[in-house]
């Protein structure tokens, strides 16, 4: 109950603090190219059910049809202004009204493609358990996870043997380790992570 109630009053603020930041940042993505200001794609959430998640569009539009990968920061779909969105993590903003809807949690493992959760084996269905999450264990590890795609000779199959492997052991501990002080620890070091990039 405390962590719900924490990500209600935060989201609710979140909102109401940065709607006109919002407001403009939705305007100059839609003056630099066409398309709808929002990204939502579908993701798996708690209780392996799936949901759509908001992000600031920072591509062309349709550019997931040119792979579910972002290879780096100078991935040739990435708009100007979604460079600086997703290098201050600006994007994810609009994953406040997934919080606010519960689809989401501030804290929690990053919600995955359903393409990708079918590599899963039963004991990683163990991280459905609890809501996703805008940061967490995995996502302070791999927040350099476009660069490490873009250098990997095979981004894919590195994605897939390698990087959700791993992510699945990060999330594993955070939800036996979860709670709400070690919420904020997170929480904390996701913005001085975000500060000092």
Known sequence: MLKRS???????????ITAPFLILISILIKLESKGSALFIQGRVGKNNKDFNIYK?????????KKGLLTLGNNDSRITKIGYFLRRYKIDEFPQLFNILKGDMSF????????????????????IFSVRPGITGLASLKY????????????????????????????????????????????IALTIVKVITK
């Open 107 to 126: 804290v929690g493992p990053r919600p995955e493609l359903r393409y990708y959760v079918n590599f899963y084996n039963e004991d990683d269905m163990k």
């Open 143 to 186: 927040r350099n996870e476009v660069e490490l795609l873009e250098a990997a000779e095979n981004p894919e199959e590195y994605f897939v043997k390698t990087i959700i492997p791993d992510k699945l052991k990060y999330n594993k501990e955070y939800i036996k380790k979860s709670s709400f002080f070690f919420d904020l620890k997170l």
């Open 6 to 16: 924490f990500d209600l009053f935060f989201s609710v603020l979140g909102l109401f």
């Open 56 to 64: 600031f569009r920072t591509m062309k539009v349709l550019s997931e």
